[in-house]
């Protein structure tokens, strides 16, 4: 015990840089996945077949292609056509993307489970699309795409670790390097999995919290 | 205040409606009956511009309903509509329900608004309910708050389509009751419905609709107590004599 203390003071340092970088890679790629996926969820309920199709078509290739594939083509094959990018911003972007197809099934399914009464009963009382939005089908959504964004979120934080493979010098990725230099496996690997752990928890309350919200009429 | 010019209306190679003319004048309390699937909602919802139509003509107080022109907003305020299933929102309470469509829509002032909603309330019969959320109501009492709902916007006129069919038997009465007196107050109302004591009471002509075209139209105490028209005939015994 006496040694891992030891050792978690030598070495703590190091990975918080690591964690740095994990928040980083998650909150960044959190964001654009957010986004993107907003963007292909309200193309996917379209009633304007094209847009729809376009956007089922996107969903279904991101979700058809490993992760790790995704960034290798980002990190690696951009270059080749003229953009090139920091291995951050490559993991953020493929991350983000990746992400955006999970994203946008979740809020599909949140704004597709209010009851089309309810909109024709808001259009009926004048309400335009974006009122209806607003005031009827968003506030509902919202409650019922919470807790699965949650375990979005989570999972993301877990798999930002992929980024590491393209150099992003992430928590787990400073871990094994520590561990490879100093071959104290035990003490470096328990201390990422603690430091994962710490990182997930607030995000696990945040699902606990919602998914109890969402109980309630 | 309403009138349909030979409206036809089609889902993809499927013509429900065939050519429907008919008006409804200020004050006037039509009920439409006809057999399911012969076009009855389908003709509310292209009056409110919830469904459009391929061609001929409704106007409301001589204002053209498109649905995809701006002018729908306003035709909307003028023509409430109250449904099979009520529709409330489940997220916002009775009083919250009723003042929506004047305070964010009409941007009343909230003060005003929420006066005008606990009177149309009280005339329902849900005063003490202001503060519920609709699922916690029975089906009568959503249905009633539908109604307070639809009368906030002080609209012209005001659709229902069936609205009492989605309620058990003994919560039919005090639904109807509330519209019969809405229609003894002056109300225009235009009445899809299967409960032809209240058509009979209460309505000042019946249209029979079946096949998407009207067979037979006239004061209520005509068409269903002396049907000129077969198919009337049949129906009517069908509705009257499910046995
Ligand atoms: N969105 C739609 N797409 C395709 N067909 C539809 C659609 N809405 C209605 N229809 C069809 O149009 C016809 C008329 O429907 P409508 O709802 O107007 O009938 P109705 O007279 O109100 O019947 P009910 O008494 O069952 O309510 C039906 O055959 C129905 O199946
Ligand atoms: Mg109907």
Redesign the interface.
Known sequence: MQAFLRDATEFLPILLEGVRLTILVTIGSLILSTLLGLVWAIMRVSSIKIVSRTSAGIINVIRGIPIIVQLFYIYFVMPDLGVSLTALQAAIIGLGIAYSAYQAENFRAGIEAI?K??I?????????WW?TMR??VL??AV?LVLPPYGNTMIMMLKDSSQASTITVAELALQGKLIASSTFKNTSVFTLVAILYLVMSIPLILFVRHFEKKAGR? | MIELKDIRKSYGSFEVLKGITASVEKGEVVCIIGPSGSGKSTILRCINGLESYNSGEILVEGQRVDRDAPSIVSIRTQVSMVFQRFNLFPHRTVLENVIEGPVFVKKEPRKEAIERARMLLAQVGLAEKADAHPPQLSGGQQQRVAIARALAMQPKAILFDEPTSALDPELVGEVLGVMRKLADDGMTMVVVTHEMGFAKEVADRVLFIDGGVIVEQGPAKDVLNDPKHARTQDFLRRVLHPL
């Not at chain 1, 024709?120 to 335009?128: D, H, K, N, P, R």
Request: glycine share 16%.
């Open positions: 009851d009464g309810q024709e009963a808001a259009q009926s009382i004048g309400m335009g009122m005031r009827v506030p509902q409650r009429p």
